[in-house]
């Protein structure tokens, strides 16, 4: 079935998402939005460090904002998933639920997928007691036993930062055995533990964490773990071949548009901070973008 015409379709209805959203519906730009499910952050307890919603749930920020968008006429929020979108003509035809529709611009805010270590018990706890952001979760869990797991080479480097809530830190290097002497020496001498055995599982009461057993059945004391994992794209933009960085963020141009005319990136997407307030921020900031391009093609 073919569908309006739309200035923006917004792909995804996170904090980057809805943030556009709002601006565009501020200026009387006709918009739709594609909220294909549950966000990044889906798994985490609660947001912090985001000004008006410390300490919501994810689903209690997003019910709070889709309430807020409903006095804007222009914007509609559609629970469909986009499942392709390709140039055609002028415009971009965007493919969701049971037909499509054209859009003027398209605004890709659908975030990245971790894809986690599949160490048995990590992945009931991430966002809780194990999480990549210490500004997002530490301060529940300061002056606690933590954990850092090894997983690249460059995790020596920023280690040091969760000083900032906890001295008692375990590196856990998994196996690893690629991480210079001369990185870990001063870890050392800071009396961080390096743990050099393989991580085995993990254990604690539901969502929380006591312990990490490491090889050769010995328990570490841990309550909070921090791993920052591999992610990728979704698959809706990995098939639509749009051109990713060397990170594997979208690749865009200063004006933070893909390899595909007409479709603009925001948020986690294309590399930004994986934050929330970050991912609005800049989703706002893309929306007045393409709100103004927008006025000074009708105007012209």
């Not at 919501?56 to 889709?66: D, I, K, L």
């Amino acid at each position: 079935m073919e569908r309006p015409r739309f200035d923006v379709v917004v792909v995804g209805a996170g904090p980057a998402g809805l943030s556009a959203a709002m601006m565009l519906g501020r200026a009387g730009k006709s918009t739709l939005v594609l909220d294909g499910g549950p966000g990044r952050n889906r798994s985490s307890h609660a947001m912090h460090g985001f000004l008006g919603h410390d300490g919501a749930t994810p689903e209690a920020f997003a019910a709070r904002v889709r309430s807020e968008l409903s006095v804007y006429p222009t914007v509609s929020l559609r629970a469909e998933r986009a499942s392709g979108f390709e140039r055609e003509g002028s415009d971009v035809r965007v493919v969701h639920g049971h037909g499509s529709s054209r859009a003027r611009r398209v605004l890709l805010a659908t975030g990245m997928i971790d894809v986690l270590p599949k160490t048995p018990g990590l992945a009931e706890r991430w966002g809780a007691s194990v999480f990549s952001c210490p500004y997002c979760h530490g301060h529940e869990l300061r002056d606690r036993p933590w954990g850092v797991l090894a997983r690249s080479r460059a995790t020596a480097g920023w280690l040091p930062t969760c000083a900032a809530w906890t001295r008692d830190l375990t590196l856990f290097l998994d196996g690893r055995q690629d991480l210079d002497t001369d990185a870990l020496a001063p870890l050392r001498a800071a009396h961080v533990r390096i743990e050099p055995r393989r991580v085995v599982s993990l254990s604690g009461p539901g969502r929380g964490l006591l312990a990490v057993h490491v090889e050769g059945g010995a328990d570490v004391p841990c309550e909070a773990l921090v791993v920052h994992p591999a992610h990728r794209q979704s698959d809706l933009v990995l098939f639509a071949g749009l051109a990713l960085d060397g990170e594997g963020a979208i690749a865009v141009s200063a004006d933070r548009e893909s390899s595909m005319r007409g479709v603009f990136v925001a948020g986690d997407a294309r590399g930004a901070r994986a934050k929330a307030i970050s991912a609005a921020a800049d989703g706002a900031e893309i929306a007045v973008f393409l709100a103004e391009s927008l006025t000074l093609e009708d105007f012209a």
